[in-house]
């Protein structure tokens, strides 16, 4: 359980063009192919409070066979029957797709609870359980976090036009130093931002953007092996 703290990362994404968009946009977002991430997964939420959604609200990842990780301001509060787990597919419109209720939920803030350490509320990372065993193989962990490393991220966040897509798309990033980031940050976007060691940056050439429906989604290596989860996003605004 201790390793869930350094999967708390934050993801700074850089825009100087644009001052009011927010969807997972850049020039090397692309769809994803058809099995390319099996283990990326869509949360759906069917309830009528107190999240106005048809459906996708964030994005999550497969850790074990009856295990999904992701983070915990897009379920905090929420009875868990009105989620839904997603997947087996790219495509949310797929014959492969599988939906799963989610029986049991541990929080950071529940684990922290229980080892004194402070957690504020809804911050920012959850575990999802549920009963039966998926034939899907879960994403390996360790992946490369080191500056320069290649990473991707991908899921169901809106596009360009705004619309959230039935296809996950994926972006290919770089991981950046706190240092640098702290530098672009400063010059970009006119913030200052504390960078914690906790804090992972990461950024595409010319830009990438994340978008509402994109918290959750795993950041993994070339090898698909998980880097980290997005959090809380730092973007343009
Ligand atoms: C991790 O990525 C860095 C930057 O690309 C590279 O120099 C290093 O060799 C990689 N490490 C592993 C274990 O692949
Ligand atoms: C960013 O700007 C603030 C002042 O607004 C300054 O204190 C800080 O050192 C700057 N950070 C970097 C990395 O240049």
Redesign the pocket.
């Known amino acids: 359980m201790k390793n869930f703290t350094v999967l708390i990362a934050v993801y700074v994404v850089f825009c100087d063009i644009f001052a009011e968009s927010s969807p997972l946009i850049g020039n090397n977002v692309k769809p994803a192919r058809m099995d390319e991430f099996p283990f990326i997964v869509s949360i759906q939420y069917f309830g009528k409070y107190p999240l106005k959604t048809d459906g996708h609200i964030c994005g999550g990842t497969l850790i074990s066979k009856n295990h999904v990780l992701t983070t915990d301001h897009c379920i905090c509060g929420i009875d868990l029957r009105n989620l839904r787990i997603v997947l087996g597919s790219s495509d949310l419109r797929s014959s492969k797709i599988q939906s799963i209720i989610p029986t049991s939920k541990i929080s950071y803030e529940h684990w922290a609870q229980k080892e004194n350490v402070y957690a504020s509320p809804c911050d920012d990372v959850s575990i999802l359980e549920f009963y039966d065993e998926i034939k899907i193989n879960p994403v390996e962990f360790n992946g490369n976090d080191s500056v320069g490393s290649k990473i991707m991220t991908a899921g169901w966040g809106n596009l360009n036009d705004g619309q959230r897509p039935s296809h996950m798309h994926r972006v290919s990033l770089k991981i950046m130093s706190n240092?640098q980031c702290?530098?672009k940050i400063?010059k970009s976007l006119q913030k200052?931002i504390k960078m914690v060691d906790r804090y992972m940056c990461a950024d595409a050439d010319p830009w990438a953007l994340s978008a509402p429906g994109d918290s959750g989604n795993p950041v993994f290596d070339a090898e698909k092996k998980l880097v980290a989860e997005p959090s809380r996003r730092h973007g343009n605004r």
């Open positions: 240092e702290s530098k400063n200052k």
